[in-house]
């Protein structure tokens, strides 16, 4: 696999934690009902959790050593 590939993917998940930190932020910070931010804020973590587990598991089934060795022909 390509390293710039990881690299890039590194990059991309180091953004998702930090807009998710905003988000939880804002949750706690901002929340109309104080009852609700602690539910609220573990169902934001646990759903962005498998969200990026799921997009970790279909990047790296990418075959990308096919994809950068071959060239587009018509």
Known sequence: ???????LYFVF???IGLA?????YH???YSINQKLTRPLIVFFVVVTIILV???AIV???I???DV???PISF
């Open 13 to 15: 998940i180091c953004l």
């Open 68 to 70: 950068t060795r071959s």
């Open 1 to 7: 696999m390509n390293p710039l590939f990881i690299l």
């Open 20 to 24: 998710s930190f905003f988000i939880v």
């Open 63 to 65: 075959p990308f050593d």
């Open 27 to 29: 949750l706690r910070r």
């Open 59 to 61: 990047f790296f089934s």
């Open 53 to 55: 587990v799921i997009n």
